[in-house]
């Protein structure tokens, strides 16, 4: 599974920028003369089998589906070498120290110098008194037995550096310097220190390959070990994996995420390429803990049950109250205050909420809804809806968002609306929540601090995105309208941190060129509107790079990003492995007995809407909700740099 996300998912970093060009409906003629492997026991095929105490894999049950035959592979059939190999048109790489000198100068498609139980220091193998080949010893053999035995069967020095420079250099590196080596040494550095040290100790190595004629570099970073069986049934851990290994290797991950771009332009002709493994395993966690995801928990149920449900145990959550600001999406009921304004208010909306029609713009609860409950508060309820007295005592959050509006001031005019826009959201917290809140706490510091534990969910910009932009008499370009969506986002953030918010969770938005209204009303040559898309893309690259920004210019704040984006694209990817069957249709008939337009009043909507991600044109299911929540809530990878419960713990 983790090998085909490997080769599938990532053909856009691996074979664009190394091979040659591959699209999804066929690949052209690859480019590659040869494939170069160093590394651990992740890719070694056999070197350790020929080195004395060694870590070795040379015995059953390994290899028993590679024709049932142990090499040295630490795994039950092939690596991801092999794979790519045989995508390359070559032989498996020879482990090097199986090769004599005639092989090493007739081998052309490549050579394998992994060594199990190695890494980049040479620390490595040495506390359990294990001989291996740690990586500049596997460039060492690179330079001392493959360069000049091989470079006698070319006609040239010419052709040899062209059929080097051509070849891919496969690194993985780093998993036992992150794991045992570090854990076992007397004097630690801090992990900062030492994810330096490791990266500046890679580098070397690399210049020196890059010395001796590679130029196509393909760096592995190091898989999340905290959730490997060894760990998780030694070490403790209080949620799935044993975090303090994983944060220990995000740090390492994302120094050499930083690294590669600055030693492409100080290596002259160099491609150096990341293959996140750590991003392809959390994938696969993620997708195999939502195989359950449209068994969607009972509408009433409580918080011990709803966490169970989630498997997340018995864990406290250190956050009083949860503020939720934004639009359709998670509005529960404000339009319905408002004259002139798009609602929710009629069945079959709410056909799931107990059979009553909220303003919510979906069958049931929204993703804000599943956050309440896990954190043990009543749904928030919608602002516009509370008495004063309402707003003296209600301290576990408010709903402040309303449909069709967004960050600017334009939203909903096109259609003659009545909305709250975002700012017209914080204006209502200061002056009305804020207000009369504060009367019923003791004192001002205890105040300060639920404000500071509260958690502040954000979902806007898609409206700004979608609908106001297009209809627009004078639109910017995309770029600069993503800018003025950023730093009018910020300003309302600051205001809300100035007010006492620190704890913030921002969405980015969702690929609306995949909704139903889109794809049934605009042209379109692939599966989704891609200029919708791609509009969203920028904006949404804009909000991923300003959030580090704005915790470290908001003292004490916490920052952390939702990417819907990719919750919805997980789904499009894969929609059976989440339980979907249909993903761009509306489970609704509009007026004219279509699916194209807002639900009709009173007509009842399709039966198997727990497997749709679509309730309307334009919104989610229940069954999605529940799915953005989950992920939020438990997985790292679409809420970053730290998972929902870690920010409500934090």
């Not at 494939?35 to 080195?51: E, I």
């Not at 044993?242 to 160099?270: A, D, M, P």
């Not at 005019?413 to 929540?433: A, G, I, K, P, Y």
């Amino acid at each position: 599974m983790v090998l085909e996300m490997f080769l599938k998912h990532h053909h856009s970093t691996l074979t664009n920028s190394l091979f040659c060009n591959i699209c999804p409906l066929g690949i052209s003629k690859i480019d590659l003369p040869a494939l170069y492997v160093f590394g651990d026991s992740y890719v070694d095929n056999g070197n350790n089998n020929f080195l004395p105490h060694s870590a070795v894999a040379n015995y059953l049950p390994f290899g028993i589906d590679f024709d049932g035959k142990p090499t040295g592979r630490a795994t039950n059939g092939r690596t991801v070498v092999d794979f790519i190999a045989t995508v390359g048109g070559f032989q498996y790489p020879p482990s090097i120290l199986g090769l004599s000198e005639a092989n090493r100068k007739s081998t052309r498609t490549g050579v394998n110098y992994a060594s199990g139980s190695s890494e980049i220091l040479s620390e490595n193998g040495r506390s359990m008194h294990m001989n291996v080949l740690n990586f500049f010893q596997q460039v060492d053999l690179f330079e001392n037995a493959t360069l000049k035995d091989l470079k006698s069967s070319f006609s040239s020095t010419e052709s040899f550096t062209e059929y080097l420079s051509k070849s891919v250099f496969f690194i993985h590196i780093a998993s036992n310097d992150l794991g045992f080596t570090y854990e076992t040494t007397a004097s630690k550095d801090s992990p900062d220190k030492y994810s330096e040290v490791l990266v500046e100790e890679l580098f070397k190595q690399l210049q020196r390959l890059y010395k001796l004629g590679a130029c196509k570099v393909l760096v592995n970073n190091v898989s999340p070990l905290g959730c490997q069986p060894f760990n998780i049934n030694t070490k403790n851990h209080t949620t799935s994996c044993v975090e303090e290994v994983n944060e220990r290797i995000i740090i390492y991950n994302k120094f050499l995420f930083n690294s590669l771009t600055k030693w492409q332009s100080t290596l002259s002709g160099s491609k150096f390429v990341l293959e996140d493994l750590y991003k392809i395993f959390q994938d696969v966690y993620a997708s195999a803990a939502s195989y359950d995801v449209l068994e969607v928990p009972p509408f009433n149920i409580n918080q011990q049950s709803l966490l169970q449900y989630l498997s997340l145990g018995d864990i406290k959550i250190d956050s009083p109250a949860l503020y939720v600001f934004g639009d359709s999406y998670v509005d529960d009921g404000n339009n319905n205050f408002l004259p002139h304004s798009a609602v929710a208010n009629y069945l079959p909306f709410g056909i799931d909420f107990d059979g009553k029609p909220t303003g919510r713009a979906t069958n049931g609860r929204t993703v804000a809804d599943f956050i309440a409950t896990v954190s043990g508060f009543q749904f928030p309820p919608p602002i516009l809806g509370m008495s004063e007295a309402d707003r003296k005592t209600t301290r576990t959050g408010v709903n402040y968002a309303s449909g069709s509006s967004g960050i600017l001031s334009e939203n909903g005019r096109s259609m003659h609306m009545n909305v709250l826009n975002f700012f017209q959201q914080v204006d209502l917290f200061e002056n009305t929540t804020l207000k009369d809140l504060k009367s019923s706490f003791s004192s001002t510091e205890s105040f300060t601090e639920y404000l500071s534990k509260s958690v502040f969910f954000i979902h806007t910009a898609s409206n700004d995105l979608g609908l106001t932009y297009e209809t627009a008499t004078s639109k910017s370009s995309p770029d600069k309208y993503a800018e003025v969506l950023v730093e009018e986002l910020f300003k309302q953030l600051q205001r809300l941190y100035k007010l006492g918010a620190r704890k913030f969770l921002v969405n980015n938005v969702s690929p609306l060129g995949c909704q139903p209204f889109n794809i049934n009303t605009k042209n379109h040559t692939t599966s989704c509107v891609e200029e919708v898309n791609e509009r969203i893309s920028i904006y949404n690259k804009l909000i991923s790079n300003s959030l580090t920004k704005w915790q470290s210019i908001l003292s004490g704040s916490k920052f952390v990003l939702g990417d819907l984006y990719k919750i919805f694209q997980d789904v499009y990817a894969s929609p059976v492995s989440y339980g979907f069957k249909d993903v761009n249709t509306s489970c609704c008939v509009d007026g004219n007995g279509a699916r194209i337009l807002p639900c009709a009043q009173n007509v009842a909507p399709c039966e198997d809407r727990k497997s749709r991600v679509f309730f309307d044109p334009f919104h989610p299911t229940e069954s999605m909700h529940f799915l953005w929540a989950r992920r939020l809530l438990k997985d790292s990878s679409v809420c970053s740099p730290i998972n929902l419960i870690q920010l409500m713990q934090a």
